[in-house]
């Protein structure tokens, strides 16, 4: 016998070897082996195996086996051979992307011990027990009143060792010590488990009920969940989530980024305990590995986590959810396989004959158009749950108030001063969104004009207030703002212009004097730890203030929060990308939907100076279906998607002249082009320069009207880039398809 197997390189070649007598019962299509490649061995996943083979060369034999137990499901074979086919990325690439380096590890998860009272004890014991131990005896009577589970070492208020006192309490029969295994969820993302007597309202049974009754039908259905913020979808989810269990199926619950949604992984946590894994960036190596493992043997019936959690390796899955399906962090750039979780999630569902839910209070608009097509089940929550109201929305003209007040440049409007005052005057807490980080976002030259860019990028550098630096968003780069001068005329003279969310966070004090504010955003949570502590506090009512960037408009449900304020409406709203429009008018409302969700009443006040933009406008009515239909309008002009499949060919490299002309011996080189076929560019990218690379980028429209399933759009990148890389092979530049890119930048 002899099998075909594929390495993590960027061809798409295969290599035949032989499966030695020993190995032959183990070894699968979806098996990963160790073979001699050269003079190495390394690691590769066969994917096929053959009786004979053609090739007349010496052939080698496999090495061994990576892992020791079956980590391929068909289904899961079946969505790798998807993902290499669909993004143009070959097998070897897509199995690293989906299983973790190795499953073998000494890593274990720590131990806990947690003791109870025994139920009916002895109660001639206790008598003894205040005669003769009284330390004992002081433990016991504090389990007893407050009949809960303790951790063990919380006792140690009460004794100096309490795991000894537990244990002689246990011999004699009065309490009873558990051993719970804590599972990595690494970063502390879990919220104290909150327990809630959730009763269905009936738009909420309704929704559930098709989503069970789906479930129960074995077969791959999709939904769009359109509910708003506030709506009770993770009640959904949670419920959804207990039915697959009860009826001995599985379910994955993606979230855009489970380290800025602990709360959201908290309530599930608090509802299946061990039953579920956090699967998210922030776990190291040998946790990943355990955790895969532990999902491979069945221990884990729940995976809740970020993109790649939808590849975890579940068995008999019964429900996929997308929450925020908008998000942008569902899609995958770099590196290879370039993908898309929702999509890889719905294609998924249909090979494990599971459902998918796609929930969102703004739904991506392709999600919106597939069930205006009928492609996916529209589910709708159009109201909060109990008494919770959607905000009232202030809609602020910075350049009026400008005018009227004489002050330029002016960060917090009159208004939302007085509503900020308002606030604290109440105890209640505010949020405030500014979706730029950094103190200045812009420094320029006094005498001429130039702004300071990144030396690697054409980017402007930011400056921080802390260790007074000049940081590049884009690759890193830092350099001390001391001494700094201007790269055209080296003048001294320079000018800190605009506003990120540091310098807010200073005006904040300078105005409003004791007030306890908190920042989040990436300079001040590197980690999941850190994020969760300022949410923890936030929640206890220990911050009036959250200021922050994007991180902190979704997924937050602090009740007693009643007043969102956006600084800047307008960031991001100029960038030349076809979606931009689409992300300000999400993150607009979904901001707002952290105002006043449950019986206080929310406000929301927007600033702006462009309070005519139609994005700005319908975010502001908080009025998503007006704006989508607008929005769709548009795209179907500009054949856009969800109107067109879009692809895009980029090109990098160290030189420009280089990159341009290679991008244009692409372009000359294309055959077979098609109606409903429209090419753009070649043309240098937004960011022409990033880390000392020059990027071009070809862009290729294919009408869904002509190219139904995106098929002919596919062949014609596939067999034109083969061919261009057979004739005219680059060590110098990158190219890099990407199928579906979420931005054109
Ligand atoms: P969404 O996910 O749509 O933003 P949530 O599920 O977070 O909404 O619900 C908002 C708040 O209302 C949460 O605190 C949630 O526990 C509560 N809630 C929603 N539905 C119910 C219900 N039927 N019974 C009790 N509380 C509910
Ligand atoms: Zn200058
Ligand atoms: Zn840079």
Same mark, same amino acid.
């Given at each position: 016998?002899?099998?075909?197997?594929?390495?993590?390189?960027?061809?798409?070649?295969?290599?035949?070897?032989?499966?030695?007598?020993?190995?032959?019962?183990?070894?699968?299509?979806?098996?990963?082996?160790?073979?001699?490649?050269?003079?190495?061995?390394?690691?590769?996943?066969?994917?096929?195996?053959?009786?004979?083979?053609?090739?007349?060369?010496?052939?080698?034999?496999?090495?061994?086996?990576?892992?020791?137990?079956?980590?391929?499901?068909?289904?899961?074979?079946?969505?790798?051979?998807?993902?290499?086919?669909?993004?143009?990325?070959?097998?070897?690439?897509?199995?690293?992307?989906?299983?973790?380096?190795?499953?073998?590890?000494?890593?274990?998860?720590?131990?806990?011990?947690?003791?109870?009272?025994?139920?009916?004890?002895?109660?001639?014991?206790?008598?003894?027990?205040?005669?003769?131990?009284?330390?004992?005896?002081?433990?016991?009577?504090?389990?007893?009143?407050?009949?809960?589970?303790?951790?063990?070492?919380?006792?140690?208020?009460?004794?100096?060792?309490?795991?000894?006192?537990? %244990? *002689?309490?246990? #011999?004699?029969?009065?309490?009873?010590?558990? !051993?719970?295994? &804590? /599972?990595?969820?690494? $970063? @502390?993302?879990?919220?104290?488990?909150?327990?809630?007597?959730?009763?269905?309202?009936?738009?909420?049974?309704?929704?559930? %009920? *098709?989503?069970? #009754?789906?479930?129960?039908?074995?077969?791959? !259905?999709?939904? &769009? /969940?359109?509910?708003? $913020? @506030?709506?009770?979808?993770?009640?959904?989810?949670?419920?959804?989530?207990?039915?697959?269990?009860?009826?001995?199926?599985?379910?994955?619950?993606?979230?855009?980024?489970?380290?800025?949604?602990?709360?959201?992984?908290?309530?599930?946590?608090?509802?299946?305990?061990?039953?579920?894994?956090?699967?998210?960036?922030?776990?190291?190596?040998?946790?990943?590995?355990?955790?895969?493992?532990?999902?491979?043997?069945?221990?884990?019936?729940?995976?809740?986590?970020?993109?790649?959690?939808?590849?975890?390796?579940?068995?008999?899955?019964?429900?996929?959810?997308?929450?925020?399906?908008?998000?942008?962090?569902?899609?995958?750039?770099?590196?290879?396989?370039?993908?898309?979780?929702?999509?890889?999630?719905?294609?998924?569902?249909?090979?494990?004959?599971?459902?998918?839910?796609?929930?969102?209070?703004?739904?991506?608009?392709?999600?919106?158009?597939?069930?205006?097509?009928?492609?996916?089940?529209?589910?709708?929550?159009?109201?909060?749950?109990?008494?919770?109201?959607?905000?009232?929305?202030?809609?602020?003209?910075?350049?009026?108030?400008?005018?009227?007040?004489?002050?330029?440049?002016?960060?917090?409007?009159?208004?939302?001063?007085?509503?900020?005052?308002?606030?604290?005057?109440?105890?209640?807490?505010?949020?405030?969104?500014?979706?730029?980080?950094?103190?200045?976002?812009?420094?320029?030259?006094?005498?001429?004009?130039?702004?300071?860019?990144?030396?690697?990028?054409?980017?402007?550098?930011?400056?921080?207030?802390?260790?007074?630096?000049?940081?590049?968003?884009?690759?890193?780069?830092?350099?001390?703002?001391?001494?700094?001068?201007?790269?055209?005329?080296?003048?001294?003279?320079?000018?800190?212009?605009?506003?990120?969310?540091?310098?807010?966070?200073?005006?904040?004090?300078?105005?409003?004097?004791?007030?306890?504010?908190?920042?989040?955003?990436?300079?001040?949570?590197?980690?999941?730890?850190?994020?969760?502590?300022?949410?923890?506090?936030?929640?206890?009512?220990?911050?009036?203030?959250?200021?922050?960037?994007?991180?902190?408009?979704?997924?937050?449900?602090?009740?007693?929060?009643?007043?969102?304020?956006?600084?800047?409406?307008?960031?991001?709203?100029?960038?030349?990308?076809?979606?931009?429009?689409?992300?300000?008018?999400?993150?607009?409302?979904?901001?707002?939907?952290?105002?006043?969700?449950?019986?206080?009443?929310?406000?929301?006040?927007?600033?702006?100076?462009?309070?005519?933009?139609?994005?700005?406008?319908?975010?502001?009515?908080?009025?998503?279906?007006?704006?989508?239909?607008?929005?769709?309008?548009?795209?179907?002009?500009?054949?856009?998607?969800?109107?067109?499949?879009?692809?895009?060919?980029?090109?990098?490299?160290?030189?420009?002249?280089?990159?341009?002309?290679?991008?244009?011996?692409?372009?000359?080189?294309?055959?077979?082009?098609?109606?409903?076929?429209?090419?753009?560019?070649?043309?240098?990218?937004?960011?022409?320069?990033?880390?000392?690379?020059?990027?071009?980028?070809?862009?290729?429209?294919?009408?869904?009207?002509?190219?139904?399933?995106?098929?002919?759009?596919?062949?014609?990148?596939?067999?034109?880039?083969?061919?261009?890389?057979?004739?005219?092979?680059?060590?110098?530049?990158?190219?890099?398809?990407?199928?579906?890119?979420?931005?054109?930048?």
């Amino acid at each position: 016998m002899f099998a075909k197997v594929a390495f993590p390189i960027s061809g798409f070649k295969t290599f035949s070897y032989i499966i030695p007598k020993n190995l032959k019962e183990n070894i699968q299509v979806g098996t990963r082996v160790e073979v001699p490649f050269g003079k190495r061995i390394v690691k590769g996943i066969v994917t096929e195996l053959q009786l004979s083979v053609s090739f007349k060369g010496h052939l080698k034999e496999i090495a061994s086996i990576v892992d020791d137990l079956s980590i391929m499901t068909p289904e899961l074979w079946s969505l790798i051979k998807w993902i290499s086919t669909y993004y143009l990325t070959p097998i070897g690439k897509v199995a690293k992307a989906v299983f973790p380096k190795t499953l073998s590890t000494r890593y274990k998860p720590p131990i806990c011990w947690y003791v109870k009272v025994v139920e009916n004890y002895d109660k001639k014991n206790l008598i003894l027990l205040k005669k003769r131990a009284p330390k004992q005896y002081t433990v016991f009577n504090h389990l007893i009143n407050n009949n809960i589970i303790i951790k063990v070492g919380d006792l140690s208020k009460y004794c100096s060792s309490p795991m000894a006192i537990c %244990k *002689s309490l246990e #011999k004699i029969g009065l309490v009873k010590l558990i !051993e719970k295994t &804590l /599972l990595p969820d690494a $970063t @502390g993302f879990i919220f104290d488990p909150i327990h809630k007597d959730v009763i269905f309202n009936e738009k909420q049974k309704n929704v559930l %009920k *098709s989503i069970i #009754k789906s479930i129960d039908k074995n077969k791959f !259905e999709s939904f &769009l /969940l359109h509910g708003v $913020t @506030g709506s009770g979808k993770t009640e959904i989810y949670i419920d959804a989530v207990r039915h697959c269990l009860l009826s001995g199926k599985t379910a994955i619950i993606l979230l855009p980024e489970i380290s800025l949604t602990p709360q959201i992984a908290g309530r599930f946590k608090s509802v299946f305990g061990d039953q579920i894994a956090l699967w998210h960036s922030k776990l190291t190596q040998s946790q990943r590995s355990w955790t895969w493992t532990q999902i491979c043997k069945g221990s884990f019936k729940v995976v809740i986590g970020a993109r790649s959690a939808i590849f975890s390796p579940l068995k008999n899955l019964g429900l996929i959810v997308i929450d925020e399906e908008q998000e942008s962090s569902f899609r995958q750039d770099s590196p290879e396989p370039r993908y898309h979780a929702r999509d890889v999630a719905l294609v998924r569902g249909t090979f494990e004959k599971s459902i998918v839910v796609l929930a969102s209070a703004t739904p991506s608009l392709e999600s919106y158009y597939n069930y205006k097509q009928n492609k996916l089940k529209y589910l709708h929550l159009p109201e909060r749950f109990g008494v919770a109201e959607y905000p009232t929305v202030h809609l602020v003209d910075m350049l009026s108030e400008q005018k009227e007040s004489g002050k330029y440049g002016q960060v917090i409007s009159g208004l939302l001063q007085d509503k900020i005052e308002d606030r604290l005057s109440k105890n209640e807490q505010i949020i405030l969104l500014h979706n730029r980080r950094g103190y200045s976002p812009v420094i320029r030259c006094s005498d001429c004009g130039e702004i300071l860019n990144c030396h690697q990028c054409n980017v402007a550098l930011t400056y921080h207030q802390k260790n007074l630096q000049l940081l590049c968003h884009y690759c890193g780069h830092k350099e001390s703002s001391l001494d700094k001068c201007c790269s055209e005329c080296k003048s001294t003279n320079l000018l800190y212009k605009g506003t990120g969310t540091q310098k807010v966070e200073h005006l904040i004090k300078d105005t409003f004097g004791d007030v306890r504010i908190a920042r989040l955003d990436m300079d001040t949570s590197k980690t999941g730890l850190g994020i969760t502590s300022i949410l923890k506090s936030f929640a206890k009512g220990d911050i009036d203030i959250l200021l922050g960037t994007q991180m902190i408009a979704k997924g937050l449900d602090f009740p007693n929060t009643t007043l969102v304020g956006i600084i800047n409406a307008d960031l991001g709203l100029y960038i030349p990308d076809f979606r931009s429009g689409e992300r300000i008018f999400q993150l607009i409302y979904q901001a707002s939907g952290r105002a006043g969700r449950k019986d206080k009443k929310g406000e929301v006040v927007i600033q702006t100076y462009a309070p005519d933009n139609p994005v700005i406008n319908n975010a502001s009515e908080l009025d998503v279906l007006k704006y989508y239909n607008i929005i769709l309008q548009e795209r179907e002009e500009l054949n856009y998607p969800p109107y067109s499949w879009l692809a895009k060919i980029e090109i990098t490299g160290a030189s420009r002249d280089s990159v341009n002309n290679q991008a244009n011996t692409i372009l000359d080189n294309f055959e077979n082009r098609y109606g409903g076929l429209e090419i753009l560019g070649p043309v240098p990218c937004y960011l022409e320069r990033v880390k000392n690379r020059y990027r071009y980028q070809i862009v290729l429209k294919s009408l869904k009207k002509i190219d139904i399933n995106g098929k002919l759009l596919h062949s014609f990148i596939e067999e034109n880039m083969e061919r261009f890389n057979k004739n005219f092979p680059s060590r110098q530049n990158r190219i890099n398809i990407h199928f579906d890119p979420l931005s054109l930048i």
